[in-house]
């Protein structure tokens, strides 16, 4: 059986409508049919030759859909169920779970695709919807809210900035300050910095008080420099944050899906949604400077 897909052809992505439906193996044991998926900036970067990626892979790594078969030909497999509504942490997979699905092995932006039972994460059927592809992002936002401590800027004019000051006052960090510009950082002034934009952390450390903690936010494959003495005089500790809790994130979406108040502003977040045969137009949009999320609506009930 065939499915529509797009891929990474000799460096471009490509619409494909004829690429084979994911066959099951011991290491991605679980079919989803794939409902809704998120752009991201690294499927920008992969698709641009900025980021390596496998030849002819699935881009794709935000996703949600139902599960629709699992490797034993049961109707369940573990705590799993034929119809559960599901996303996926997208680092988890590959034999050690330490492959990136959309990088390494195929991805989401396709009518199905092949998940470790280990990298799913279990939604409610709410967020079948543009909700639940946004796990991972929110998933992500939630990461550097672990090193808060003291007074605690977020910089970035980004939407990745824009989450997560929305994620950190949602969590009840209220008191976080978001600053756009470096001319606003104040000289030895805060117990932490969450960049989201490396492009100046020099600049990040002269705000930050002795001891003071920068966090990394971003996920540049671009290099950045600084000034190692800076670092080494303050002793500033320079902390990575990849995920918070993806459950966490669910309940976060949940919230907002049911448009419960004091949750996330999808309006300034969400962007418009596409059909995969439109992924000329949608990244177009999505590559665009302050860009909100775009989507694709893959398949229907």
């Known amino acids: 059986m065939k499915m529509r897909a797009i891929i990474l052809n000799q460096g471009s992505a490509v619409y494909k409508a004829d690429r084979d439906i994911p066959k099951l193996t011991s290491h991605y044991n679980v079919l989803v049919k794939v409902y809704y998926a998120g752009i991201c900036r690294t499927d920008i970067a992969i698709r641009k030759g900025a980021v390596p990626a496998k030849e002819d892979v699935i881009l794709g790594h935000e996703f949600c859909g139902k599960i629709v078969g699992f490797l034993n030909?049961?109707?369940?497999m573990g705590h799993w169920r034929i119809?559960?509504?599901?996303?996926a942490n997208p680092?988890?997979?590959g034999s050690k779970g330490d492959k990136m699905c959309g990088k390494d092995c195929d991805g989401a932006f396709a009518e199905y695709i092949a998940v470790p039972s280990g990298a799913l994460v279990c939604l409610p059927p709410s967020l079948l919807s543009p909700y639940g592809a946004f796990l991972e992002p929110v998933a992500a936002a939630l990461a550097p809210l672990k090193y808060v401590n003291g007074l605690t800027c977020i910089y970035g004019g980004n939407r990745i900035a824009e989450?997560?000051?929305q994620v950190a006052r949602v969590m009840g960090n209220r008191d976080i300050e978001r600053i756009t510009r470096t001319a606003d950082l104040q000289k030895d002034h805060y117990d932490c910095i969450i960049e989201t934009e490396p492009f100046d952390i020099d600049a990040y450390v002269d705000a930050l008080k002795p001891n003071g903690v920068l966090v990394v936010k971003s996920r540049s494959y671009s290099p950045s420099s600084f000034t190692a003495n800076a670092i080494a005089m303050k002793e500033i500790c320079i902390q990575g944050a990849r995920y918070g809790d993806f459950n966490v994130a669910s309940h976060i979406l949940t919230a907002a899906a049911n448009h419960v108040t004091?949750?996330?502003?999808?309006d300034k977040l969400f962007g418009n949604i596409y059909d995969l045969s439109q992924f000329e137009t949608a990244f177009a949009e999505a590559e665009r400077i302050g860009s909100k999320k775009v989507f694709f609506k893959i398949c229907a009930e």
Request: one cysteine or more; proline letters at 0%; charged letters at 30%.
């Open 73 to 76: 030909g049961k109707e369940e």
């Open 83 to 87: 119809g559960d509504v599901v996303s």
């Open 91 to 93: 680092m988890s997979f």
């Open 163 to 165: 989450l997560t000051c």
């Open 262 to 266: 004091d949750t996330l502003d999808t």
